[in-house]
């Protein structure tokens, strides 16, 4: 069974900087089916980046997913004040599996 | 636009039953992958059942499999889980989305789910 580990558990910042997200699959899996997703305070979850780099529609192109392998990042650049949130990787196996990273908290100071 | 509506959630004791349902509207139901997912109170997301767009393959993690069961009426565009024998740790808020190549594109707002005595 695959784990999603998120890196680091949270991550503070101020508006206009970059954030830097990790996700790192315990083996190797295809990027294919390598999401991830925003959860607002109070809100339901909602799909930024599947296939590992392809943007979600209507994403703004602020937020880039790249990686392959075991090792993946979700990049967010120029922050806002609405970029707080949490972050969760997930990818989904041919068993089928749906797994989730443990989430990481993004604040804006 | 799509939207997905959850509602059946509740409070009901250990050992109980509760039947979820998600209106879909806004895309053709009967062609999606569609799935469960829940989030117990202040921790992450947990993957709880899937089903064909026909409803007729089923799959679940093994912390459900058995007292879990999707389906779906595409005539009604709607999907339900009925969930048996609920456990305290079954607490959580049920969200209903669809599925697109491995992902959960869309999300509906979600129903909280309360087993306590």
């Known amino acids: 069974e695959i784990v999603l580990t998120q890196s680091p558990g949270t991550l503070s910042l101020s508006p206009g900087e970059r954030a830097t997200l990790s996700c790192r699959a315990s083996?190797?899996?295809?990027?294919?089916?390598l999401a991830w997703y925003q959860q607002r305070p109070g809100q339901a979850p909602r799909l930024l980046i599947y296939?590992?780099?392809n943007r979600a529609t209507g994403i703004p192109d602020r937020f880039s997913g790249s990686g392959s392998g075991t090792d993946f990042t979700l990049a967010i650049s120029r922050l806002e004040p609405e970029d707080c949130a949490v972050y969760y990787c997930?990818?989904?196996?041919?068993?089928?599996?749906?797994?989730f990273g443990q989430g990481t908290k993004l604040e804006i100071k | 636009d799509v939207q997905l509506l959850e509602s059946g959630g509740g409070l009901e004791q250990p050992g109980g039953s509760l039947r979820l349902s998600c209106a879909a509207s806004?895309?053709?139901?009967?062609?999606?992958?569609m799935s469960w997912v829940r989030q117990a109170p202040g921790k992450g997301l947990e993957w709880v059942s899937v089903?064909?767009?026909?409803?007729?393959?089923?799959y679940y993690p093994d912390s459900v499999k058995g007292r879990f069961t999707i389906f779906r009426d595409n005539s009604k565009n709607t999907l339900y889980l009925q969930m048996n024998t609920l456990r305290a740790d079954d607490t959580a808020v049920y969200f209903c989305?669809?599925?697109?190549?491995?992902?959960?594109?869309?999300w509906g707002q979600g129903t909280l789910v309360t087993v306590s005595s």
């Open positions: 989305t669809t599925i697109l190549n491995g992902a959960f594109d869309y």
């Open positions: 806004g895309f053709t139901f009967s062609t999606y992958t």
């Open positions: 089903i064909s767009g026909a409803g007729d393959i089923t």
């Open positions: 083996q190797t899996v295809s990027s294919k089916y």
């Open positions: 296939g590992a780099s």
């Open positions: 997930q990818y989904y196996s041919s068993s089928p599996r749906y797994a």
